[in-house]
């Protein structure tokens, strides 16, 4: 399996800061990565899908960039309702796997 | 628009057996896999399998072989899954997912989620 190794495991930051995740796969995944958002009590949410194209209605202050093993996901101006948990995951092969996910906090 | 709409809240002994329904809506339902994931309290998301609705392949993750059934129906373009012999470590939240194995956009579109609860 592919492991998805995701840092950091949370971070506080205030609004207006720029914000980077990196991840890492065990394996190239070539770039079969995609990030997602997840608040409490709600279904993940896609925000980036293979590395860097932005879904559909998701604002452009969130990137998302890398290749083969190495990824990294930024928002560039954190907007108060930014504040949630995002994973890492990978759609290159089954058994599709997930980083640990990034609790973003405010400072 | 695109939706995958789950069953409810379920509570179930342990040793029992649960089938969660996903209906969707809004595409071509044959032209899209559905992957399962679940994320127990507190804790990451996990991948369970997926299922081809087109011709009914399945792949499951090799710690639920055995254990989990999936499904669908094209005349309701309906997803299900099935998880038997639960114990507590299955209490969790249980999401469909729409998934184009092979495609570039994949976990697009999921469910609200259902939670299964494994209580005595």
């Known amino acids: 399996d592919i492991q998805m190794t995701q840092s950091p495991s949370s971070l506080s930051a205030s609004v207006g800061d720029r914000v980077t995740i990196t991840c890492r796969a065990s394996?190239?995944?070539?770039?079969?990565l995609n990030w997602l958002q997840q608040k409490p009590g709600k279904a993940p949410n896609l925000l980036i899908y293979?590395?860097?194209s932005l879904q559909s209605g998701v604002p452009s202050r969130f990137s998302g960039s890398g290749s083969e093993t190495d990824f990294n996901f930024t928002i560039s101006g954190l907007q108060p309702d930014d504040f949630a948990t995002y994973y890492c995951?990978?759609?290159?092969?089954?058994?599709?796997?997930f980083g640990q996910g990034t609790r973003v906090e405010i400072k | 628009q695109v939706q995958l709409v789950q069953s409810g809240t379920e509570v179930k002994k342990p040793g029992a057996s649960v089938k969660v329904s996903c209906k969707t809506s809004?595409?071509?339902?044959?032209?899209?896999?559905i992957s399962w994931v679940r994320q127990a309290p507190g804790h990451g998301l996990e991948w369970m399998g997926w299922?081809?609705?087109?011709?009914?392949?399945?792949d499951y993750a090799q710690r639920f072989q055995g254990r989990v059934t999936m499904t669908t129906d094209t005349s309701t373009n309906t997803a299900y899954m099935e998880v038997k012999s639960l114990t507590f470590d299955d209490t969790a939240i249980y999401y469909c997912?729409?998934?184009?194995?092979?495609?570039?956009?994949?976990?697009?579109?999921w469910g609200q989620g259902t939670l299964v609860s494994v209580s005595s």
């Open positions: 997912v729409r998934d184009a194995l092979g495609g570039t956009v994949t976990f697009d579109f």
């Open positions: 809004g595409y071509t339902f044959s032209r899209y896999g």
């Open positions: 299922i081809s609705p087109y011709n009914g392949n399945r």
């Open positions: 394996q190239t995944i070539s770039r079969h």
């Open positions: 293979a590395t860097s």
């Open positions: 995951q990978q759609s290159y092969k089954t058994p599709r796997t």
